[in-house]
DNA sequence: TGATATAAAGAGACCGGTCTCATGACATAT
DNA sequence: ATATGTCATGAGACCGGTCTCTTTATATCA
């Protein structure tokens, strides 16, 4: 009776101010908390609005002030643990600023990601920090620019678009992963990742639309040829998008006739999928195929062996991320940058040492 | 220049209608997609609304209208694998019905929960999906009933609320792998929690404040109760909050006279550091303890042994949770229901057999 | 005592949409 | 030819805040 009865129309300045017999102004100032009141009104409006349980409509202050105190995110998977990792690191920064955050999946796609960014500049977010799934289509970036809404690109950069970003150092992680692998004696080395395949493996790095996913590629064949390592494209593979494809690309790789002693997984979602391929193929790890993962999550540190890392600072990814944004929004003058965390390599027991 | 130059205020329905020749009604009406319009008209207004890149303002739409399109969801923690499948679940079944998300933390804190409700109240969410973190302290929730807006508590119930409810089984889950443990042979079981600790271990189980917690503990007491066994408390260990608590748990219990020779981990985060703090004392799964872990998290697949686990179908219970709350706002007329999700054990390699 | 400065409160425009109601044009019925 | 109805468009109120500008009351000074 009582719920239904009453679809009870919220509680306005209007109504506190009625109930304080002062004018909408004055309960304004006072509920806003702007302007100057007599401490005497004051106390009057806010026991008024106390007995009336008021809650200022936050559509209704944006509407007026232009800001929402909202930050729009668009993550290419919020169940991958990067991501989940990162908006964690986000929304502290952001909330340590005022500010809240609003989530958005685009599941690595660049139609969904674009209707995000549409929407979520709909709802007048006040800066938006996007994970682009693709470096050519720019449009909608462009007109996040042109709306004069702050922007800042995470976990990949798109030099062309003038505009903060902030990423690991993909290029150097992998650099260091893959001179390890060599150091201790491994010289057929693959790479495997997630990104979508295409027709007959790679052939022209500088052409992947995913700048993280070609910085590593870029660092693990820089590994390769400054070792003077042959044909460093012939062992990278894409296409691990999940446990079957995985398995399907382990089982091609490993046949090969001189198959890898060692594979550098792009991520730690393809990195436990190639463990479970590794496993379910009987090979043991380290001492038939070494590995090493992307990022310290949870399952790498917990097998036998534990797996070898590279650990991406995720966290501080993000934190950095939202603070940046942050001062973005404050107006703060700073030139556009962009950001690289340095990784480190957390060296555990999945790599061998072999032909000594 | 071209950025920084033009602060650019965005392009209203006025600014269209204004290029068009027509009415801010008339151009509102095309842009808004109702009432009716001439087809010439609609035709001119189309196309001055794309040369000025005019995108509405949401905020303003949801002024007027009253709908904001948004369902907030307060969670304990996103890191938590458990939550952010959770939010998958629910974020998909949103996505369906046409609303979008915005999540919050609680960090199982009640005050941050308490301001996390009203924020998004503010916000003028349409529906709202809470992780309540007591059970006691209803007042913000209260509220949120009173002000009309659809709520579904979610993970746990609270009777005295009169609001749907999505859970596990929890009480049934827990007894059914507590079964198990003892049909295995086990006669000594643990279980071990992250719940804040209380001093001096369980006594008033009707007493705990998370239902989802309460009733893992009853069906977990229910199991030994019904085999005969003494002292059921006994072996209830909370606090396994962190890395370092959960190992000091641990060796305190099996430290014990006559240490447990089976744990229950009562979720997929306690498990892990379960399982790590074994690691770390040189024991052995299942050897030397068995465990079953809560959760179908990554990690239990690829350890040696693999964990035993019960598969809670967490994006299901998110998923119905969002449909449930979609069906609320929009009115569909249907009684207040704790919706139970069953859960399944999956055997795997954590467990041994003993004593026959 | 009157002039002026200053603090506190009120009146009402505004943000950018939605939506009701009024108006005008044209077709059909009488 | 006049009345009636329908359809497309325009005018303007409204949502619930913020904020500028104006008015009123009180204090300060010559």
């Given at each position: 009776m009582e719920d239904s009865a009453h679809p009870k129309r919220p509680v306005t300045v209007a109504d506190v101010a009625k109930a304080a017999k002062v004018s909408k102004a004055t309960a304004a100032r006072v509920l806003g908390g702007y302007g100057v009141v007599s401490v005497q009104i004051k106390d009057q409006v806010t026991a008024a609005a106390a007995a009336l349980e008021y809650r200022p409509n936050e559509l209704a202050r944006s509407m007026s002030t232009g800001r929402s105190g909202i930050i729009g995110v668009v993550v290419g998977d919020i169940e991958n643990a990067f991501f989940s990792l990162a908006v964690r690191g986000i929304t502290d920064a952001a909330r340590l600023a005022g500010f809240n955050v609003i989530i958005a999946n685009s599941g690595e796609e660049i139609d969904a990601e674009k209707s995000a960014v549409d929407l979520l500049i709909g709802k007048r977010v006040d800066g938006l920090i996007v994970t682009p799934a693709r470096c050519d289509r720019l449009d909608h970036l462009r007109h996040v620019r042109r709306a004069g809404v702050p922007l800042v690109l995470f976990d990949r950069a798109i030099p062309e678009l003038d505009v903060d970003a902030v990423t690991g150092d993909d290029r150097d992680a992998a650099l260091t992963a893959t001179r390890y692998l060599i150091g201790q004696g491994h010289r057929r080395l693959a790479y495997v990742s997630a990104m979508d395949a295409e027709e007959g493996g790679i052939t022209d790095i500088a052409g992947i639309s995913n700048s993280a996913v070609r910085e590593r590629v870029e660092g693990f064949v820089s590994a390769l040829t400054e070792a003077g390592l042959?044909?460093?494209?012939?062992y990278i593979r894409l296409g691990a998008t999940d446990q079957h494809q995985t398995h399907a690309v382990m089982r091609r790789l490993l046949s090969e006739i001189s198959p890898p002693t060692a594979l550098l997984a792009s991520d730690s979602l393809v990195g436990l999928r190639v463990f479970k391929s590794l496993q379910s193929l009987g090979l043991s790890v380290p001492q038939d195929v070494s590995m090493i993962s992307f990022l310290d999550a949870d399952w790498t540190s917990v097998t036998v062996p534990p797996i070898t890392i590279v650990d991406q600072h995720v966290y501080d990814l993000g934190k950095l991320a939202g603070e940046r944004l942050v001062a973005r929004i404050e107006r703060t003058p700073l030139a556009v940058e962009h950001l690289r965390v340095t990784t480190s390599l957390v060296v555990r027991g999945s790599v061998a040492t072999i032909g000594r």
């Open positions: 042959p044909n460093p494209l012939h």
